[in-house]
DNA sequence: AGGCTTTTGTTCACGCCAAGAGCATAAGCT
DNA sequence: AGCTTATGCTCTTGGCGTGAACAAAAGCCT
């Protein structure tokens, strides 16, 4: 977020400043917490809350608990406030859901797919297209490999090439979409959720891991996954990390993620792999296979070394499948990472632990990047103009000029 | 920096802005520039510049070439303003320099040390008493090794182990020493110069690696190198990118550092390495022996194409011997980095350039780690109330409050 | 039950800040 | 010498957060 300059700017940045700390905790704190939390006067926090509940940006409801004084409130998402709109689109499915301020997800829709760009992807933009609505300030996109900022996206095991994410879902959507349409990779979507609500919460330099066929990774600073300059980073798996040189299908040769995924517990035990198809053997493979998940969890623990040698993490998260490696071979895991460490790092190294969001992160990250692009003096200029729930409460008390016409943002 | 919430705020949050805009800029853009470039009001401007001026902190004078109109000033280091001493440690010398707001470095002394902890500190520690002042506003230490927050530092190949660098400066020292003393690695201060005033000006995500007897590396996000939980990272060099398998001073093994920094091209000629010895020999070797040279290149090609896999920099630099690497083997360079990159990657590489800065970016970025911290309301306030040049101008006319204390700030 | 204490929300006067208009200034240009 | 142009200075204006005074709404105590 830029900075205020002037005092107009400060209003705009107070707003926001408030807005991101009720969504942030969930709608939980009181607004005498909030208020003290984020140093404002009593009265500058009525203001600012009363120019919100106009807005339908928040609503307050009474506090549960209360001890001794006047009661206070707890200001949470407006009934006809602004709506996120995340979908998980993964080898085999979709999922569609809708997300309020404050993260309460609901699911609307889940649907198979058949593998390919155009299968998955013009039945997720007819479902987002029946779920429109002014309350819609975005939709994110969460899929299984690297996005261009341009929106372009290779799925090397699904063979999707240069797939354009945006034209497709427009498909026999009607004229105006959702905006913006935020594509990122599950990866780095899973480490933004668990950087705002799991365990790289309040980490200034975290670095998660997310296992599924491949395995994707990212730094996480500041609460924010790293981008790259062409698009969201998110491809540690494709470093010779993890000891072996086998080519990949990324076009390089040894890449990590060969050696860890749930691609690598299947070629380990002779089954098929790549394509995207065998989740459910993997699983099995998981569960049963000692040498196999060990295999893994070494190659794991070997990549993680390097990495926490060159950045010195705090903390390392695990998602998708890594949890299952964790917790079957930790020893493993801690076994090849710990000799393969520089000595200043063996004093005290980062925690490795399992994400606190499990597979739900990729959805809940796709959330996030929606109110990431929302929460912001300019989002939230662009919800004053269009207007959600239009003089209901206080009708033409309000100037709103309906000027500034949407604009497309892609990242 | 911290944004603004109060209108107070505002105020000391705008004079940072003009001051670092003075300082980033070299003190070359007249202040009409500066008002238009900070989106200022011609009035907020003048009060700014006034206030400043009053402070010592800025001092105009005219501008060189004039078109129409009235001539404007430059706002440039005022004669009595502050300055940040920094020094270069290096294996068998220390150089110390003064510089001022803007950048300008005079050099203050230089002197041969004999390779110990005490003996390179202790003598620098004297020179920087011999140069205080209240114009001082901080120290900066550039040395060639792993610093972590509490100022501990390690360099394997001069057997530093666990040095306390603030503590050894502050022998034979007067009660008060500069503040704040900023302790960091060679790598990381090169990349923080070339951040600000070299190639990676501007740049959203860049790579920088110092090739100096190893090899140090960092992301730089923003205009900053991004740091470790621990202390400044730029341990790159400790990763197992390089293709060998020699085990390494750090403790780990096949560092990719081993197979790139002067102590392997001495090690390739069969000269003796390590210790910090033969700085004169690896440079004979860096223009006479193609083939050390093309190995070494072929090993730093090879692990840039793996970061550049993963974090998919703008731009890669290179400064200490990369460019000399890059000058007189840059096809191995290129030819060992491109088969190694993602096909994705392939189609817009990152450029690969020397450093704008070469071996001065130690000292100069020791010197922008001393304003980073300077540059801020809180160093600003601090100089206001230690009252440099106090009533040289204005005698009487400001209520200085000489109350809070100096307080220690070590990174 | 009634009064007291405690905490929070609301209102308003105040001070500070940047914006912007009007005017002054100092050059180049004709 | 007078005009044009760009910049600096000054003063008024509107907006914002602060903090104090007051009101409100509960729990607590006698």
Redesign the pocket.
């Known amino acids: 977020m830029r900075s205020a300059?002037?005092?107009?700017?400060?209003?705009?940045?107070?707003?926001v400043r408030l807005l991101r700390a009720v969504h942030d905790c969930g709608a939980t704190r009181?607004?005498?917490?909030l208020?003290?939390d984020l140093?404002?006067?009593?009265?500058?926090?009525?203001?600012?809350?009363?120019g919100l509940a106009e807005d339908a940006l928040l609503h307050?409801e009474?506090?549960a608990g209360?001890?001794?004084?006047?009661?206070?409130?707890v200001p949470g998402p407006h009934p006809g406030g602004p709506l996120a709109l995340a979908a998980d689109v993964r080898e085999d499915a979709w999922e569609l859901a809708a997300c309020e301020l404050g993260g309460r997800v609901s699911v609307l829709e889940v649907q198979p797919h058949d593998g390919t760009p155009e299968g998955a992807l013009a039945s997720l933009g007819q479902a987002v297209s029946d779920h429109l609505s002014r309350r819609v300030v975005g939709l994110g996109v969460a899929l299984a490999g690297p996005v261009r900022h341009d929106g372009l996206v290779d799925i090397a095991h699904l063979g999707w090439r240069s797939v354009d994410v945006p034209r497709l879902l427009a498909l026999g959507r009607r004229a105006s979409g959702p905006d913006p349409v935020v594509v990122g990779n599950d990866a780095g979507l899973a480490a933004l959720a668990e950087a705002r609500r799991g365990r790289l919460r309040g980490v200034r330099l975290g670095l998660h891991l997310h296992v599924d066929f491949d395995l994707g990774g990212v730094l996480v600073v500041d609460g924010r996954p790293l981008d790259g300059a062409s698009g969201p980073g998110a491809e540690f798996g494709h470093m010779p990390l993890g000891g072996g040189d086998r080519p990949c299908a990324c076009g390089a040769t040894g890449c990590w993620g060969q050696e860890v995924g749930a691609n690598a517990l299947l070629r380990h035990v002779g089954l098929a792999y790549g394509g995207g198809r065998g989740r459910a053997q993997a699983e099995e493979v998981l569960a049963g296979s000692r040498e196999a998940v060990e295999a893994g969890a070494r190659a794991l623990g070997l990549g993680i070394a390097a990495l926490v040698n060159a950045h010195d993490p705090e903390v390392v998260t695990l998602s998708g499948h890594g949890p299952a490696l964790l917790e079957r071979a930790g020893e493993a895991l801690t076994g090849s990472c710990a000799p393969a460490l520089m000595a200043i790092r063996r004093e005290r190294p980062p925690r490795i632990e399992a994400a606190a969001l499990g597979w739900r992160g990729t959805l809940l990250g796709a959330m996030e990047s929606v109110f990431d692009a929302f929460l912001t003096p300019e989002g939230l200029e662009r919800w004053r103009e269009t207007g959600p729930d239009q003089g209901a409460d206080t009708p033409g008390s309000r100037n709103v000029t309906h000027s500034t016409p949407k604009q497309k943002i892609l990242q």
Chains 1, 2 share one sequence.
């Open positions: 300059t002037t005092s107009g700017e400060l209003r705009a940045h107070n707003r009181t607004r005498s917490q208020t003290r140093n404002l006067a009593r009265g500058t926090a009525s203001v600012l809350v009363a307050e009474p506090a209360h001890t001794r004084g006047r009661p206070t409130q």
